[in-house]
Nanobody, 125 residues
Framework: QVQLVESGGGSVQVGGSLRLSCRAS????????MGWYRQAPGKERELVATITSGGGITYGDSVKGRFTVSRDNFQNTVYLQMSSLKPEDTAVYYC???????????????????WGEGTLVTVSS
């Protein structure tokens, strides 16, 4: 079992910055994706950013150019640097981990999906 522990949420003024961190409780191997999703009240959870164990990155359209995702593979940690924050960025931000575990000698994999409890980010004008 893997637990994801998020930190860095809080309140900030419009145009400000925050840095979120998420650390996995154990070694997650070398085939995985870590990232961030967010959910505002009454809205669906949406992609913020993901980064693979090999460094491939995907951003949601609404955060491109403002947010930067990075990771430390040896510390099993993913970061989200958020800049130029807007009121519409207000949401609970959830850390996500998808692990692909090799289960046989042919190279077949089993997928496990983990979520953090979420950290609240509030952007006020």
């Amino acid at each position: 079992q893997v637990q994801l522990v998020e930190s860095g949420g809080g309140s900030v003024q419009v145009g400000g910055s925050l840095r979120l961190s998420c650390r996995a409780s154990r070694n997650i191997g070398d085939r995985n994706v870590m990232g961030w999703y967010r959910q505002a009240p009454g809205k669906e959870r949406e992609l913020v950013a993901t980064i693979t164990s090999g460094g491939g990155i995907t951003y949601g359209d609404s955060v491109k150019g403002r947010f930067t995702v990075s990771r430390d593979n040896f510390q099993n940690t993913v970061y989200l640097q958020m800049s130029s924050l807007k009121p519409e960025d207000t949401a609970v931000y959830y850390c996500n981990l998808v692990v692909h575990k090799v289960v046989n000698v042919e190279g077949a994999t089993a997928t496990r999906n983990y979520w953090g409890e979420g950290t609240l980010v509030t952007v006020s004008s």
